[in-house]
């Protein structure tokens, strides 16, 4: 309880937002609460609980990357193709994230060296790597893959119903959570995403400490394409199309904020569960896809209206307090 | 005395009757079935699964159609785990992808769910059947026996092809000249198979070459939507129009047109409701015991008729379905 009455206002809101989903699900299917259904339901985000981790410190920074799905695609066929010539799953896996590495690197190089805005350079990058992995793939699938790993995808921590990849993401998550809120690094991305010329004078490495986020990028989209190609036990080049859009809505649904320096990992962790669970919902009750399409697009708007909303409500009754309005109990 | 053996054989054969008839358990009522086409906008995929919810108020089954909007490899598979979820008793689904589907379907089977594929298959670990719209053997035969009708079992004939190692395109042509040897087909002889590559121009300009190197052709069968289609804007437009019979498989959209002006007499494609209808119809004997997918069960499927379970589990829905001006209007796809 006191953990929660710690959280930041957003926060808040959003832990209240899940269990309304989780009752609102539960009332409207009985087969929502179940385990398995659970289970099930968030397994299907566990690409964009990784991603969104890292998406959460670039926006911090006030950066962006829309190439993460392309990257995951990429990496997917890198994994597939070279698994089918025959090379040991391993080095496979290496390489993978040695590409994922290396398309985050481009990214960051581009931002940084030839001061390029990353929204414009991902957007290429994002045509750009997709159109790799097709090269690669064609409209090929790769499958077949030893039950080891396609395990790793698709199982659970045994014992539990907990989905592996989400055990992963959650264990990442709380590292991500450590290096933003509780080291000088992850305070100094705060400081450039609010004023980065100032950031800049007090002798942070602006530069290099981008470059570093766009390879972490890079890197967790990677391990997404790992992921995704287990839990599919399919490698194909339009893999996880679009789902860039997801990652961005949980992010800034989140409460981090697209102008930069202001965020939590806490906050968009929960709203990729709040997304997922809504999502979730409404496909046990046969809402149709276009409707979840739009109930995507509301949430995406929503994610930026309304904590802006809330600061704005926030920062209102702050100054009422100063103003020495309210005398405390 | 013969009389009362008479009597009781007859008695006996009754019995046996109404035990065999027992064996075979009714439909069981309120089933719930879940279809699951490639994507839900796709016009061809609203007529398919419109079959599966005929079925469904026939059989008194709950169907429901469900399905994403893409057909991405996986976008279906939060659709198969919902399936699960809601603890549906059958699935029937067009795969998207071969494999990707699997782990997923092998946990919707051991959670006791029937699998039946319709027009596009996963491995066959995956499903129980799978409904196949017509088989090689089929369309081969089926479009001689169409255009040996249109042409009165009289005159020379081609095929337009796709390309020269299109592997379905072959094997239809191969039946298509067993069916040929048939007595009936005396009369007509096949002159040339062309290949227009799938290539809109050149289906257009072999059509033309057919139809100048050959006085005495009477009829081109265009096994290829992008042939026939072609094929049928050449012959609109030329004096043989209405005295060279085309067919071949189209969509009748593609080949409306061609068909109202009067260049083509009829086409063939499948049904593709009878696909979704068929499929709908063997995922409630499933469920309901009447066939369990080994190989030579039989069971009935409505207006259709009755089946027999072939290889591997795949049912055959039928010869191919004839389009022409009297039908070709309540199809959209």
New interface residues.
Partial sequence: MKALRNLPGWETTLVVLVVVALLGGGVL?K??L?G??LS??TA?FSEILLMALTMTLLVIVAEIDLSVASILGLCSAVLGVLFAAGVPMPLAILAAFVVGGLAGLLNGLLVTRLGLPSLAVTIGTLALYRGLAYVLLGDR?I??FPQAY?NFG?GTVPGTLIPIPIALGTVLAVVTAVVLHATPFGRSLYAIGANEVAARFSGLRVERTKLLLFVMSGLMSALAGIV?TFR???A?G??A?GFELGVIAAVLLGGVSIFGGRGSVVGAVLAVFLIGLIN?AL??V?V???IL?IVTGLLLIGSVLVPNLVARVQAARQRRRLRGNTVSP | MKKRSVLLSALALGSVATLAAAQTPALKKGLKITLLPKNINNPYNVIETSGGTEAGKEIGAAVKIVGPSDAGASSQVSYINTAIAQKQDALVLAANDANALLPYLARAKASGMKIVTMDSDTAVSGRTLFINQANSEGIGRAQVQLLGKLINYKGDIAVLSATPNATNQNTWIKWMQEELKLPKYKDMKLVKIAYGNDDDQKSFTEMQGLIQAYPNLKGVISPTTVGISAGARYLSTSPQKGKVMLTGLGTPNQMRAFVKDGTVTAFQLWNPSDVGYLATYAAAALVSGQITGKEGEKFKAGKLGEYTIGKNGEIIVGPPYTFDKANIDKFNF
């Fill in positions: 299917s087969d929502f179940t398995q259904n099930f339901l299907n699938a499958a077949d396609t698709f995704y599919f036990a399919s194909r339009d893999n199309t979730g496909t046990i046969d149709s896809n276009e399409t």
